[in-house]
């Protein structure tokens, strides 16, 4: 008799949880212009949503950002700020 | 190694189902840089396998093998038998469990998998209880603190998980932080580089579950660091070699910061403060950390561990 191996495997995917940036109070905002590319935000962010580019400047996956605020408590030169979400410009 | 040079590579997907500020996803986020894409993970019930999402999508650019709470490291020596049957030893076989899957229910199986000199790595990230399932007390909570299943504050000692698993006379083992990336990184290489089994304890500061704000992970696991409550240390050859500010503080170059400053910053020890302070078990836990720090010193001085 032939046997089968049957296993549930599921495949790699982003958003295994749906779009998590939906879970935020507060969205990190960043001035490139205080950036001096250290790169601290990038390695701290849990969920991989701070993009790092070929030439090191950052940007913010908000998509996936989940608001935890630890970029801007990492980041040295105070380039990113926590902003109320859906509060007005 | 400077952040610069860790690898661009991410091999999390983002979207996972950690927490905002999860220790344990910044911690896992660097062990896959150090790690790469030829790697196969173990894990047992905890707040990982959470972050991995359900069924038919993981989080994950390895392969998992999702398996019960006690299995990890059962599990783990069997992939490791089958990747050697199929020769493809270089592929680097991991667990990745929490302090409730190591310290208590996976033990078991990880001191056979150790005893038996399975190559592979096991990474437990200690966030001292069982988080996801709502924050019960385990063998690695510390004295003192709240969980809802100690809510005075936990009554008894956590156990020194790093001393059995050198009573094993493994080859390497290792503590980390989530707030020093590029040594952990160090250590998962150094781990990588060496047959045999190696054990990594990362302490996991879990904002959920020790009561304060998800911005501050990374800052509490380097108080933890500063304070002594902590130690960053690696064990080989039959040694221990203090690293980053604990070397110092082994050293006496440094002194400890009162360890009060660690535990007032956390809800989960917030009844030692509130409404009087509790003097008496605050002076127990600062006594006791000092007299860890004595016992490493003379642990280096003789070549004992
Ligand atoms: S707020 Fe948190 S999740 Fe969002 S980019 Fe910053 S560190 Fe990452
Ligand atoms: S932490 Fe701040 S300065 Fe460093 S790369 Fe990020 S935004 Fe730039």
């Known amino acids: ?89 | 190694m400077a952040v610069k040079n860790l690898p661009r590579e991410e091999l999390v997907r983002p979207g996972s189902g950690g927490c905002p500020g999860c220790p344990s996803s910044l911690a896992l986020r660097v062990t896959l840089k150090a790690l790469g894409k030829n790697t196969v993970f173990a894990i047992p019930a905890c707040c990982a396998v959470v972050c991995l999402g359900a069924y038919p999508k993981t989080a994950f650019d390895v392969p998992v093998v999702s398996i019960a709470f006690e299995a990890s490291a059962a599990a783990a020596s069997g992939l490791a038998a089958g990747l050697k049957r199929l020769g493809k030893q270089d592929t680097n076989v991991v667990v990745w469990a929490g302090d409730g899957g190591t310290y208590d229910i996976g033990l078991q199986a990880l001191s056979g998998a150790v005893e038996r000199e399975t190559d592979f790595i096991y990474i437990c990230y200690n966030n001292e209880m069982y988080s996801n399932t709502g924050i019960q007390r385990s063998g690695a909570t510390p004295y003192g603190a709240w969980t809802t299943t100690t809510w005075t504050g936990k009554t008894e000692q956590k156990k020194d998980m790093p001393a059995i698993l050198r009573a094993h006379g493994l080859p390497y083992m290792a503590t980390a932080v989530p707030g020093y990336p590029e040594d952990l990184f160090r250590k998962v290489r150094k781990a990588m580089s060496i047959r045999g089994s190696k054990y990594i304890e990362i302490l996991a500061p879990c904002p959920p579950g020790w009561r304060f704000p998800m911005d501050k992970t990374v800052e509490m696991s380097k108080l933890a660091v500063d304070t002594g409550a902590w130690a960053l240390y690696e064990y080989e050859n039959g040694q221990l070699n203090f690293n980053l500010k604990s070397k110092s503080i082994l050293e006496k170059k440094t002194e400890p910061k009162p360890i009060e400053e660690y535990l007032k910053l956390q809800g989960r020890f917030a009844h030692l403060f509130k409404p009087d302070r509790n003097e008496q078990v605050l002076d127990e836990i600062q006594q006791r950390s000092l007299a860890d720090w004595e016992r490493f010193r003379k642990q280096v001085e003789c070549g004992v561990a």
Not at chain 1, 15 to 40: H, N, Q, Y
């Open chain 1, 1 to 89: 008799m032939k046997m089968q191996v049957k296993a549930v495997i599921s495949r790699p995917a982003d958003g295994v949880m749906g779009k998590t940036g939906a879970w935020r109070d507060f969205r990190p905002e960043l001035d490139s212009s205080k950036c001096i590319k250290c790169l601290l935000c990038w390695i701290f962010c849990p969920d991989g949503c701070i993009k790092r580019a070929d030439d090191d400047s950052v940007s913010i996956d908000y998509v996936y950002c989940k608001g935890c605020g630890i970029c801007a408590n990492e980041c040295p030169k105070q380039a990113i700020t926590m902003k109320r979400e859906g509060m007005g410009e």
